[in-house]
T-cell receptor, first 115, second 108 residues
Framework: NAGVMQNPRHLVRRRGQEARLRCSPMKGHSHVYWYRQLPEEGLKFMVYLQKENIIDESGMPKERFSAEFPKEGPSILRIQQVVRGDSAAYFC?????????????FGPGTRLTVL | TQLLEQSPQFLSIQEGENLTVYCNSSSVFSSLQWYRQEPGEGPVLLVTVVTGGEVKKLKRLTFQFGDARKDSSLHITAAQPGDTGLYLCAGDPQKLVFGQGTRLTINP
């Protein structure tokens, strides 16, 4: 079952460190989306990428956050100099270029804890 | 910015009862999705509604898209403990806008 894979599932960082979250989309999917979920809240869109291109990053904080989806390998969400407010669950979703682009399949998430 | 509001935010009922969860917006959406999320997991897609007035059934779950495509509802008949979870509605095909969710608890 080649679903959306995310790793690590849990990540603990101290304030000021860097966090790297990885997402491998479903086989055949070329669209990747990142969302953030705070406790007891819904998911908030962060960024939408296609291979080697950022399509929409309107939900990304202006500083410290970046995302990429290289030609080869997983998509990476990078958070530099983490702060306690970055603690959240980060979900990746993928969709196919063909068929129904509105169907997004989610990974299990990475839970980031900043100490 | 398109916003989706879900109600109620929390609902606890007894097994066998019926319930309805609402998802409302002042904006028009080309489609709406309903997801269910278990603790520690990602959202799992239940259904996508596209046409105004559309009704879709998934076993004991009935989903409806409002005629004006601004709202949707999820009705569960004869709720079971296995229906417990966080139900999320989301809209806009690419940049999904999520409601804050309805946390449903079904008590045996």
């Amino acid at each position: 079952n080649a679903g959306v894979m995310q790793n690590p599932r849990h990540l603990v960082r101290r304030r000021g460190q860097e966090a790297r979250l990885r997402c491998s989309p479903m086989k055949g999917h070329s669209h990747v989306y990142w969302y953030r979920q705070l406790p007891e809240e819904g998911l908030k869109f962060m960024v939408y990428l296609q291979k080697e291109n950022i399509i929409d990053e309107s939900g990304m904080p202006k500083e410290r956050f970046s995302a990429e989806f290289p030609k080869e390998g997983p998509s990476i969400l990078r958070i530099q100099q983490v702060v306690r407010g970055d603690s959240a669950a980060y979900f990746c979703a993928s969709s196919t270029e063909l068929g129904r682009p509105d169907t997004q399949y989610f990974g299990p998430g990475t839970r980031l804890t900043v100490l | 910015t398109q916003l989706l509001e879900q109600s109620p935010q929390f609902l606890s009922i007894q097994e066998g009862e019926n319930l309805t969860v609402y998802c409302n917006s002042s904006s028009v959406f080309s489609s709406l999705q309903w997801y269910r999320q278990e603790p520690g997991e990602g959202p799992v897609l239940l259904v996508t509604v596209v046409t105004g007035g559309e009704v879709k059934k998934l076993k004991r779950l009935t989903f409806q898209f409002g005629d004006a495509r601004k709202d949707s509802s999820l009705h569960i008949t004869a709720a079971q403990p296995g229906d417990t979870g966080l139900y999320l509605c989301a809209g806009d095909p690419q940049k999904l806008v999520f409601g804050q969710g309805t946390r449903l608890t079904i008590n045996p």
